[in-house]
């Protein structure tokens, strides 16, 4: 039976953590704290706590796609605003209006290969959550939008994704 290459990495990976973990000598000490986690398929990985956003935290990071550079979540769903709410207000998109334009919450985090971008907050939802803001305006994703895809854009000329540029990403363009 052949294995994939996605598992032979996997098993790649396991054995370097192995090492790593019993390859120490005993009279060294590190100030470095990490922690491990098994991700789907197996395979662990082990990141410095520093780096490990807290938990409840929301990733937003700039990515390119078919209209330009957008304010997208961790996992590529493009972020939108609605021009009916109020800048620092309350969330006009409540009920119907969020089961398909679904609130993004959470506490903001900007990924450290992203640069220059506004102002992230939150706002009480109807509800109690902590809505996630860009400069005051609260953010949704669009439901059963697949990552990068902005089909929502100019849905009934109040929906808009959060435009960014190339220079926002760490390195990019400037």
Not at 27 to 46: D, I, K, V
Not at 56 to 68: C, D, E, F, N
Not at 97 to 107: E, F, M, N, R
């Amino acid at each position: 039976m052949r294995k994939s290459g996605f598992a032979a990495a996997a098993g790649l990976g396991s054995l370097a953590l192995l090492l790593t973990a019993c390859g120490g000598s005993s009279g060294s000490s590190s100030n470095s704290t990490t922690t491990s986690t098994a991700q789907p398929g197996g395979q662990a990985t082990s990141a410095a706590l520093s780096n490990v956003p807290p938990p409840g935290s929301t990733v937003l990071h700039v990515q390119k796609s078919s209209i330009g550079w957008v304010l997208a979540v961790a996992n590529g769903q493009v972020v939108y605003a609605y021009d009916k709410d109020p800048k620092g207000g309350s969330p006009a998109c409540t009920g119907s209006c969020a089961q398909v334009w679904l609130p993004v919450t959470g506490s903001p985090v900007v990924s450290p290969a992203d640069t220059g971008l506004g102002t992230l907050g939150t706002v009480a939802t109807s509800n109690g959550a902590k809505q996630i803001t860009y400069n005051g305006s609260p953010l949704y994703t669009y439901k059963g939008a697949k990552a990068l895809a902005t089909k929502g854009n100019g849905i009934g000329g109040v929906w808009h994704v959060v435009k960014m540029s190339e220079s926002n990403i760490v390195g990019g363009a400037g």
